[in-house]
C-alpha cells in the first residue's frame, strides 16, 4: 500500500505538464519502454530539459531506468502507477459496489 508521502510525491512529479507528458509516453509504449533521445523527439524537449525531468520522475519512483550501452531506456513502474490509483480510489463510495461508483473507479490498471 503506497503512503500518503509517496503519494504526495507522486503526483507533484506528475503536476508539471512535460512530466506528465514523459509518463504517458512511457505508460503508451509498455513494459518495453523508450530510449531517452526517443522521448525527446517524440515530445520535442531539449536533451538537458528531459534529463531533469526523467530525473524527477526516477525520484519520485514513476519511472524505472536501464542503461544500454551509452544509451538510457525508460519504462513507466506499472506497480507504482496503480499503487498510486489504489491510494486515489481507496475507500471510493465508502466500499460500495453499485451502479452510482464509476466504472472500474476501485481497480488498478491490469498492466
Given amino acids: 500500500?503506497?503512503?500518503?508521502n509517496q503519494a504526495i510525491a507522486a503526483?507533484?512529479?506528475?503536476?508539471?505538464?512535460?512530466?506528465?507528458?514523459?509518463?504517458r509516453l512511457l505508460v503508451e509504449a509498455g513494459p518495453e519502454g523508450r530510449m531517452a533521445g526517443e522521448i525527446a523527439e517524440a515530445l520535442v524537449v531539449p536533451g538537458a530539459t528531459l534529463s531533469f525531468h526523467l530525473k524527477e520522475l526516477v525520484l519520485a519512483g514513476l519511472i524505472d531506468s536501464?542503461?544500454?550501452?551509452?544509451?538510457v531506456c525508460y519504462?513507466?513502474?506499472?506497480?507504482?502507477?496503480?499503487a498510486l490509483v489504489a491510494?486515489?480510489?481507496?475507500n471510493c463510495c465508502a466500499g460500495s459496489a453499485d451502479e452510482s461508483c464509476p466504472p472500474g473507479a476501485a481497480a488498478?490498471?491490469?498492466?
Avoid: P
Wanted: proline content about 0%.
Fill in 11 to 23: 503526483l507533484t512529479a506528475l503536476g508539471h505538464a512535460t512530466r506528465l507528458a514523459i509518463f
Fill in 87 to 90: 491510494y486515489l480510489t481507496h
Fill in 66 to 71: 536501464e542503461s544500454r550501452g551509452r544509451n
Fill in 108 to 111: 488498478a490498471c491490469a498492466c
Fill in 75 to 82: 519504462r513507466a513502474n506499472f506497480e507504482a502507477m496503480n
Fill in 1 to 4: 500500500m503506497m503512503e500518503t
